[in-house]
């Protein structure tokens, strides 16, 4: 059966292989086949994670360990550090977790800083931090090797770090950044079906989620670490998430991770190559741009929708109009999960297509 193929950033492709795997018949949550399914993927998650933390499963999107971490974490006040939609909603989401937050708010398309998160935490105000590395609204990267400096100098505060867009994309060594929670929704770089996510938690981290009153129950670091013991969850989790995660760790092995790196920083050249050269400019500041996908500033102001419904018309694929506020004044095509460097350049021969015929 044809479908609309997406190069939005996310969710994005799910291949057939990934399919399959996600719909193999269930089982047992509490069985034996169930913990050999777990036990089995724990390497491969470690190996994607660089740790030697386990690695879990939540049967909940992003935001729920996003949230999740803060109820875990903050203790007297989150530093939210906001550069885009996903980013700048976190600050309500803290609120709404009934805590203290303050924004580090800069524009869109602008990364964030170490310098300007020191400058924060030098008040002694904080004891956590969120961040998104690669912020998706905006494909905007932040230096996270710089920010890790940061951190290392305040121990006790928790860095919070999403990667929902950028895991797998390039390395990023959680062990040795030194952070406290890395996290990911699968429907983005990873490609799976969306709805579960995967994250990891610092020694340091539980250790003060213990001290923590009101971890909340759905996604208590606490939970998810005594039922690791046993390669179980807290609860009865998507099963089938727990099989694609297996196939697609799978996939990862045989194309070798530095080969995976480099398909994607390949995808990503072309796709900023192919907007300079059509008139338009990147919308991110120059250095920080995404690697797993391309935000495009409009310049030229055509009619994107327009070119999307040709896209749609006549190849059977979307790409994204621009997310929130900046909506129609840029687009962005996702390169990430699955993407071949061949598919890419369809795409953009599609888009030269479609934009011709405006
Ligand atoms: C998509 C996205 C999220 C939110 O994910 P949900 O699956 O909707 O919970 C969070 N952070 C980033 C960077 C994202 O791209």
Redesign the pocket.
């Not at 690669?134 to 609204?137: A, C, K």
């Given at each position: 059966m044809s479908h609309t193929k997406l190069f939005i950033?996310?969710p994005v492709e799910v291949s057939a292989k990934t399919m399959a795997a996600f719909s193999k018949p269930m089982i047992g949550h509490r069985s034996k086949d169930f913990q050999n399914l777990y036990a089995s993927i724990q390497p491969g998650l470690q190996k994607l994670f660089m740790t030697r933390q386990p690695v879990f499963v939540s049967t909940?999107?992003?935001?729920?360990v996003?949230e999740g971490a803060i109820r875990n974490l903050v203790a007297k006040k989150v530093l939210t550090c906001m550069n885009g939609a996903?980013?700048d909603k976190w600050y309500d989401v803290a609120l709404k977790a009934g805590k203290q937050a303050e924004k580090l708010q800069v524009e869109w398309g602008q990364p964030i800083r170490g310098a300007a998160i020191e400058e924060k935490l030098k008040t002694g105000e904080f004891d956590a931090v969120t961040l998104?590395h690669?912020?998706?609204?905006t494909g905007t990267m932040s230096p996270i090797e710089e920010i890790a400096e940061v951190a290392r100098r305040y121990p006790d505060v928790s860095f919070i770090v999403?990667v929902?867009?950028s895991l797998s994309v390039l390395p990023i060594d959680f062990d040795a950044l030194g952070f406290d929670v890395l996290l990911a929704?699968t429907?983005?770089a990873l490609a799976l079906p969306?709805g579960a996510?995967v994250f990891s938690v610092s020694e340091r981290a539980f250790a003060k989620a213990e001290k923590q009153k009101d971890r909340g129950y759905y996604i208590d670091f606490l939970e998810f670490r005594k039922n690791h013991e046993s390669s179980m969850t807290p609860t009865t989790p998507s099963i089938a998430h727990f099989y694609a995660l297996q196939s697609k760790l799978e996939d990862m092995e045989a194309e070798g991770v530095e080969a995976r790196h480099a398909r994607h920083l390949k995808n990503a050249t072309i796709t900023r190559a192919w907007a300079k050269n059509h008139g338009f400019e990147l919308f991110p500041d120059a250095g920080y741009e995404s690697i797993g996908l391309t935000c495009v500033r409009n310049v030229r102001n055509v009619d994107i929708a327009k070119v999307i419904s040709h896209l749609k018309a006549n190849h059977h694929a979307v790409i994204d109009g621009g997310y929130g506020k900046i909506k129609g004044t840029t687009f962005r095509i996702s390169h990430m999960g699955d993407e071949s460097t061949a598919n890419i350049e369809q795409l953009l021969g599609w888009l030269d297509e479609g934009l011709k015929s405006l």
């Open positions: 950033p996310g909940s999107s992003a935001w729920g996003m996903f980013s998104i690669n912020e998706t609204s999403d929902v867009s929704g429907q983005k969306s996510s």
